[in-house]
């Protein structure tokens, strides 16, 4: 593991006191356990972002956020995120099947 300093305001502090107060953890594990949390949705929100401004696809926007396609079409389905997939790419998948 790693070390990675980082200035925290008060109010960041805070917070972190508050979580590792509720998880009877330290600030440490408060710290890794908010920074993989928030990592994932932010992948995962800027992932759905660029999906749905076409510039990438659904593999594309799972990739990003470490997820298989078939997890981030869940999340899309979750967050109303409309697919981009149209008949072109339904007769598109069909041939590859073939």
Do not use: K, P
């Amino acid at each position: 593991m790693e070390n990675v300093t980082t200035r925290m305001s008060d109010e960041e502090l805070d917070l972190v006191d508050r979580l590792a107060e509720q998880h009877d953890g330290s600030r440490s594990d408060a710290i890794r356990a908010a920074l993989r949390a928030g990592a994932r949705e932010e992948l995962v929100r800027v992932a759905l972002d660029r999906y749905r401004d076409g510039a990438v696809g659904m593999r594309g926007a799972a990739d990003i956020a470490g997820l298989t396609v078939a997890e981030m079409m869940a999340e899309a389905n979750d967050r109303g995120v409309l697919l981009n997939y149209d008949e072109t790419d339904l007769e598109s998948d069909v041939e590859n099947l073939l």
